[in-house]
């Protein structure tokens, strides 16, 4: 089962607004991590936040994490086109190895 | 090598058949990741090795998966009796070391998509 679900399913914007979807998760974790994939294939990291951490910046994103409400945002800043693509949390519950996936946001930036 | 290599990229079976799927870590990874992907939803965990064994099996959905690391490095994902409902994209990733409180990166390779008809 997975460990969380990503608001909205699906996201259009145009190209030069920012992006943002949120990822809530079920149990206490070790850290939460962000990834992105293109076209149902292989995933590529975006970022990590650990637990005891708030807030963290990466150029044009920028993550935030409420361990209290067990809820993550990711924003994309002054989007581009090659950003579409679908975007996934991911969660480390505590005292396991296993990363679990929420349920994914498509994002569509339309040029 | 430079990825996560997966092989094969597709794969077309026919229902009731036996099918491998090989997973080529990142060179130096000891952990190593298996997921299932259906269309329109996340990757499911389906099993986790440090080294050569398998340390969380908990995601595999029944007896007819099974998959071995038998030297540390790659691993291979079996299933058996294929059924139609197995049809998905099954992704491979890998870690320099198990997860800790700090985390690790996970890299994924580009899956291997499975079709059983």
């Known amino acids: 089962s997975q460990q969380g679900e990503e608001d909205p399913q699906a996201l259009s914007i145009q190209e030069g607004e920012n992006a943002t979807m949120n990822c809530s998760y079920k149990?206490?974790?070790?850290?939460l991590q962000w990834y992105r994939q293109n076209s149902g294939r292989g995933l590529v990291h975006l970022i990590l936040?650990?637990?005891?951490?708030r807030e963290k910046h990466s150029g044009r994103l920028r993550v935030t994490l409420d361990t209290s409400k067990k809820s993550s945002s990711l924003l994309i800043t002054a989007s581009r086109a090659a950003d579409t693509a679908s975007y996934f949390c991911?969660?480390?519950?505590?005292?396991?190895?296993?990363?679990?996936f929420g349920t994914g946001t498509r994002l569509k930036v339309l040029a | 090598g430079a990825g996560v290599s997966q092989t094969p990229s597709n794969k077309v079976t026919e229902k009731g058949k036996y099918v491998e799927l090989r997973c080529d870590p990142i060179?130096?990874?000891?952990?190593l990741y298996w997921y299932r992907q259906s269309l329109g939803q996340g990757p499911e965990f389906l099993i986790y090795f440090q080294g050569t064994g398998a340390a969380d099996d908990s995601g595999l959905p029944n007896d007819r998966f099974f998959a071995v690391r038998p030297e540390g490095s790659v691993s291979t994902l079996k299933i058996q009796r294929t059924e139609r409902g197995d049809s998905a994209v099954y992704l491979c990733?890998?870690?320099?070391?198990?997860?800790?409180?700090?985390?690790?990166?996970?890299?994924f390779g580009e899956g291997s998509w499975l079709t059983v008809v």
């Open positions: 060179s130096g990874h000891t952990a």
């Open positions: 149990t206490s974790i070790n850290n």
């Open positions: 990733a890998s870690s320099l070391t198990k997860g800790t409180p700090s985390g690790n990166t996970i890299y």
């Open positions: 991911a969660t480390v519950p505590s005292g396991t190895y296993k990363y679990i």
């Open positions: 936040i650990r637990s005891n951490e």
